[in-house]
């Protein structure tokens, strides 16, 4: 059971340039949790944002969330080659289960 | 930081008999396991949810008998394919978190090929 849908599916850039991917949801949410998996292996966590905050740095990563539009963002400033991923944004449903959205395939060409 | 081990990484298997795949959080406790299976190029399906000690919960048209979930310890999650299949190749991904609404970390995955 899928909880929200991200988009773009896929987006190719060029290095150097900024990445912005978005994810909708559809229930209420105690926090949401961006991860990036490169092909055939597990996930990596990226970074959690909490429901009461609005938006949330890591590095060249920056969420914001807005739950009134029950959506977020996961901008990546200053692409590089190795940020070639997929990445999934995921929530507690129910407050037991985490569902992943579809997911955005990044390339970052050199 | 966290970490999650899964094991194997690859496994073929013939067609009939069962696989078991472990998921060992390795530095910290885990009270919630969860069991993804993943399809190329498209998301993680949830099949089940496991608490320590208690019952997994299976999604909706996962066969529970087929995968069998054991969460015997704060740091071990078994998940078995029974009489597989090749339908049921496909790659299992491991998630834990210390509880529920908290950081989920991810194991390598188990890419499971069934002739």
């Known amino acids: 059971s899928q909880q929200g849908e991200e988009d773009p599916q896929a987006l190719s850039i060029q290095e150097g340039e900024n990445a912005t991917m978005n994810c909708s949801y559809k229930t209420s949410i105690n926090n949401l949790q961006w991860y990036r998996q490169n092909s055939g292996r597990g996930l990596v966590h990226l970074i959690l944002?909490?429901?009461?905050?609005r938006e949330k740095h890591s590095g060249r990563l920056r969420v914001t969330l807005d739950t009134s539009k029950k959506s977020s963002s996961l901008l990546i400033t200053a692409s590089r080659a190795a940020d070639t991923a997929s990445y999934f944004c995921a929530q507690f449903q129910g407050a037991q289960k985490l569902v992943f959205g579809q997911g955005t395939r990044l390339t970052i060409n050199p | 930081g966290a970490v999650v081990s899964q094991h194997p990484s690859r496994v073929i298997c013939k067609s009939g008999t069962s696989v078991k795949i472990e998921c060992r959080s390795l530095?910290?406790?885990?009270?919630?396991m969860f069991w993804y299976r993943q399809f190329p190029k498209q998301s993680l399906m949830l099949m089940a949810t496991?608490?320590?000690?208690?019952?997994?919960?299976?999604e909706q048209g996962v066969e529970k008998d087929k995968f069998l979930i054991n969460h015997a310890s704060l740091t071990l999650s078994t998940l078995t394919v029974t009489s597989a299949h090749p339908e049921d190749s496909s790659f299992y991904i491991c998630?834990?978190?210390?509880?529920?609404?908290?950081?989920?970390?991810f194991g390598q995955g188990t890419r499971l090929t069934v002739v």
């Open positions: 944002i909490r429901s009461n905050e």
């Open positions: 530095d910290f406790q885990a009270t919630t």
């Open positions: 998630s834990a978190a210390r509880r529920v609404n908290t950081e989920a970390f």
């Open positions: 496991s608490n320590e000690g208690s019952k997994a919960t299976y």
